[in-house]
């Protein structure tokens, strides 16, 4: 069954009418007709079932909602991952597939010393991120916010309990770096942050002022040294695993 | 400083001449000149740090290895993925690259009954094995096999102790179904073998021949439903992550 994306749904209504891009891929590319079933889902946990309306056009497709539910396959746990997005703008985009399908609630863009890019495509970056909802059946759409810079981020953590800055620094005695899964086992509440660098990793300002500053905890991704868009993976498989691991 | 591939590298000999195609990347490319420290590994454990001798040419790159290390950043456990190639390769690459970066000893792909990819390209695979470990410092180059039929595949998975199948099928009741990382944090041994199935999963046949037959465990890769090359990136992370939770 094929799931749209109707933000827009009302939580009454049995009656809805999807958007014109969800309109048109319904009747015009899968060419569904009246009486088949679709999924619909608002991006904030909805999931509806619903029918194909004899009234719909190529333009407007109405249907009528049959069965609601509400927070489905709603995660233990609540993942942002910052992240420098890559000079190699597929991998950056690459990551945001991965993550949404993987799990992750809300992705920035950070602007960072060592950045080599310094824009990004938001709307390109909300289609990927929406196509990978679709694709791995999801009720929840991440955030994707704009490329935001470094001091500005830090400056809107301290909402999470929970704060990690993954970087390569060898300086960094191990003792003083814990491990990102072990961290968020370990963690009563299950909201997590998580600062990811450029190719050239974060300046050591930026590390003091994540760490001092923010009261950022260094962790590692393991013994590999990943690239930027594989750490970030690695953090939503990471943080998956630690919530599972914690419930068992 | 740099990492050279050197599969012919002796145990024994302090001089060592790189490869043709090494010769090229650290003379031509690289411009490295005498004097200059270099890394080297036979892609087996050794890890070398090697100088740049002056009788180098830009065919033939001469070192002399002043340090040598051997079973470098060995992982606790060998993971062994069997993977059906996506119908698009860019993802089946994608997926190549992920797993060295992560961490995987073997990748075989399969050709199972829904596969929609018949052949795969194992030279250009094997590049992209080979840059990954380079770029994320391995001194081990996973095994990459030629592309192998599912049955064929199952003959040979007896020397596993832990064999497991990824896949999506939910007619599979929950029970007899294990989470791939509690599976693996559970193993005495480290030593697992997971079948990542196509876009169109497994046959219910070749499902039945990999239980049955062959004894492999049914296993979910998390809540999500992954795409097949991300299944193969959950693998290899899971096991990492298993490893080093049972190691706590």
Redesign the interface.
Known sequence: MHLFYTPDLSPQESLHTLGAEESRHAAGVLRLRAGERVRLTDGRGAWCEAEILPDSSAREVRVRIVAREAEH?R?PYRLHVAIAPTKNSDRYE?FLE?AT???VDRITPLLCEHSERKAVRRDRGEKIVLSAVK????AYVPRLDELTTFRDFLADTYIYKYRFVAHCDEATPLQERV?L??AM?AADEKEFCVLIGPEGDFSPAEIAAAKEGAGFVPVSL??????TE?AG??AA??A??AA??AH?
Chains 1, 2 share one sequence.
């Open positions: 396959g995660k690459w991965k399908e993987i799990g694709q791995s059946l999801k491990e899964s072990g086992e393991g013994e590999s040294r990943l690239r594989t993976v690695m498989a990471m998956q695993l599972r691991t068992r």
